[in-house]
């Protein structure tokens, strides 16, 4: 099993939409989670982290967090075009503390 | 702009070649990392360092070789590759070692290296 697993899409959605990005992860030590957003020849960027059970709201992202069924989803309400990108899921090892992380959602929001 | 500057953002280098990757940050961390990203593939870890010190180094074959002269930049010095070494790679930075859920890690915009 992968440590955490992601399914590589592409996840199409229309514009207005929300887009919902699911992780499932091996390690049940594990703390810390986040989200990166990485577009098309660019370098990821954190949206999100969370690290208790529940959701967490920024904005119109919404974390949730359920470590009884080792799951991690990134919720984007209102999707926009320009929320188009890759979605890496990756958490922090309760081994090492290094951050490992899926192989990423593509994400398509059409007009 | 994220504070992690990488420099080529293309290389296209010769399996017999010699060339080196360059990571600058300007954000005053002292855990800086080197990231590979092959297509369909997660993020693998290469190496860290911390405070100038080699932490980890994940089974990267010697053709990779790290440096660390300060906290503030990083090199990746490359030596016959080959073409499966091909992918981006990236370069990061955080305020400590990575993990801590407020301890953000900072990507550079990453190097695209294709080896013929």
């Known amino acids: 099993q992968k440590e955490v697993e992601q399914n590589s899409g592409p996840l199409s959605v229309p514009e207005g939409a929300i887009a919902s990005l699911n992780c499932t992860y091996s390690?049940?030590?594990?703390?810390?989670f986040f989200w990166y957003r990485q577009y098309s020849g660019k370098s990821p960027e954190l949206i999100m982290f969370i690290y208790s059970n529940g959701d967490k709201e920024d904005g119109r992202f919404t974390a949730q967090l359920n470590k009884a069924s080792q799951y991690v989803s990134l919720l984007i309400r209102d999707s926009q075009p320009s929320d188009s990108a890759t979605y890496l899921c990756?958490?922090?090892?309760?081994?090492?503390?290094?951050?490992?992380f899926g192989q990423g959602t593509t994400l398509q929001v059409k007009p | 702009e994220t504070g992690v500057t990488q420099t080529p953002r293309h290389l296209v280098m010769g399996m017999t070649n010699k060339k080196s990757l360059k990571c600058e940050q300007h954000l005053g961390h002292n855990a800086m990392y080197w990231y590979k990203q092959s297509a369909k593939k997660p993020l693998e870890l290469m190496f860290v360092?911390?405070?100038?010190?080699?932490?980890e180094n994940n089974s990267v074959p010697s053709r990779f070789s790290p440096e660390c002269p300060n906290s503030s930049h990083l090199f990746l010095h490359l030596h016959t590759l080959q073409p499966e070494d091909s992918a981006l790679y990236l370069c990061?930075?955080?305020?400590?070692?990575?993990?801590?859920?407020?301890?953000?890690?900072?990507f550079g915009e990453g190097s695209w290296l294709t080896v013929v």
């Open positions: 360092y911390s405070l100038e010190e080699r932490v």
């Open positions: 990756a958490l922090s090892s309760s081994n090492t503390g290094k951050l490992i």
């Open positions: 990061a930075s955080s305020q400590t070692l990575q993990g801590n859920a407020g301890n953000t890690i900072y």
């Open positions: 390690d049940r030590g594990s703390q810390s």
